[in-house]
């Protein structure tokens, strides 16, 4: 097992055995305790590049409790949208190519709550989180990003990203879905949220977005792409 969580260029993976081969600018770790993992990540933040691979064999759980302890997590959620062409909806924000995803809010969570189950009985928590998740990426797409015809067609891996806020540490944890939607639809960026364009984007022609986007989400549009 393993989990990726990016800050900025930098990547930090948390593995359940020793990694087999030393990358190019990785460092290596096991895991031996909180205090050494927190001072390990704290000063491995301010670097501008490289791998920190922090591993544990025996104490995997209490290690990712750990790493995930030293942050404040904020729930996220968006979408992967593709047209009939083939074509993904990026958004560009902060000088930035981004996919439409934001904050999963209170307001997502009651209306998750007035749902009733497809079965039975009442949403398990993991049923409900996944509702939550998927009414505040649809949300999200259709507020950033002017759509208004669209539906989540399957759901995505995780992202992880490290951001500070002053001496504040955030986790951003996000739940993407792949989207469906249509160029019949006109597209309207959100610019109230610093949002100054929405476009469809050929899957041929990412390479001028990838030089122009986040870190952790190109491992996210190539494993689309790879199964599209």
Not at 14 to 32: A, F, G, I, W
Not at 92 to 101: E, V
Not at 194 to 212: Q, V
């Given at each position: ?142 507020e950033e990003t002017g759509l208004k015809n669209f539906k989540i067609s399957s759901e995505l891996p995780f992202t ?69």
């Amino acid at each position: 097992m393993k989990i990726e969580i990016y800050c900025d260029d930098i990547l930090m993976v948390l593995l359940d055995s020793r990694p087999v081969k030393l990358k190019e600018n990785e460092l290596q770790v096991q895991y031996t305790g909180r205090r050494a993992l927190k001072d390990l990540v704290f000063d491995f933040e301010k670097k501008k590049k490289g791998i920190l691979s922090v591993w544990s064999d025996d104490k995997y759980k209490q290690m990712v409790k750990a790493f995930f302890s030293l942050h404040e997590t904020i729930e996220a959620a968006g979408g992967v949208v593709f047209n009939e062409h083939g074509e993904i909806l990026f958004i560009h924000r902060n000088g930035k190519w981004d996919l439409p995803k934001g904050k999963i809010s209170g307001k997502d969570r009651r209306k998750a709550a007035k749902i009733k189950p497809g079965r039975p009985g009442k949403f398990s928590a993991a049923d409900m989180n996944d509702q939550v998740a998927r009414i505040a990426a649809l949300r999200e797409v259709k507020e950033e990003t002017g759509l208004k015809n669209f539906k989540i067609s399957s759901e995505l891996p995780f992202t992880y990203h490290i951001y500070f806020n002053g001496d504040r540490r955030f986790i951003k944890h996000t739940r993407w879905f792949r989207m469906e939607g249509s160029t019949e639809d006109s597209l309207k960026p959100q610019i109230a949220e610093g949002i100054i364009i929405a476009r469809w984007i050929p899957s041929n022609s990412l390479a001028c977005i990838f030089n122009h986007t986040y870190e952790s989400l190109k491992p996210l549009i190539k494993s689309v792409l790879a199964y599209t």
